[in-house]
């Protein structure tokens, strides 16, 4: 393809495209053992489940799927800002998304907070809290 130099477009299975705390996040639709409804989490909100090899994912809201991504790497420079593992970065509908990796997933997503907003279980205990 024509200007696609330095890029992978994975078309096999797909992503899933979510959304969480205003950023747009994608999964390859394979990585996905299962999708839930989330239920409440605390302050009322809803949300749903996705439960990847690694740990599962907590999110505010579904966007879709898509057949292809443009997936580039992530560049030395993007981190020194970025220090979770990635799978890499994409644009979809002219909107920048990180994509997950699903061995080893962002914080951000990884648990469920807790109504005092500390993160809950998690797939390997980082960021899980325990009360005295």
């Known amino acids: 393809m024509a200007g696609t130099a330095g890029l992978a477009v994975v078309g096999k299975g ?3 495209l979510m959304r969480h705390g205003g950023a747009l996040w994608g999964v390859e639709n394979a990585a996905v053992v ?3 409804r989330g239920g ?7 949300g749903f489940l996705v439960a990847v090899e690694a740990a599962d994912l907590w999110i505010d809201e579904i966007v879709g799927v898509v057949a292809e991504l443009a997936v580039r790497p992530l560049t030395a420079a993007l ?3 970025w220090p979770e ?4 970065l994409a644009v979809h509908a002219e909107m920048p998304l990180v994509v997950v990796d699903p061995r080893r997933p962002p914080r951000v997503l990884r648990g469920a907070p807790s109504g005092d907003g500390r993160v809950g279980r998690d797939g390997d205990g980082e960021g899980a809290h325990q009360d005295a």
Request: hydrophobic share 25%; net charge positive; aromatic share 10%.
């Open 14 to 16: 797909g992503y899933l």
């Open 40 to 46: 409440d989490r605390g302050g009322g909100r809803g």
């Open 85 to 88: 593992a990635a799978g890499g």
């Open 79 to 81: 981190c020194r800002f």
């Open 34 to 36: 299962s999708l839930t």
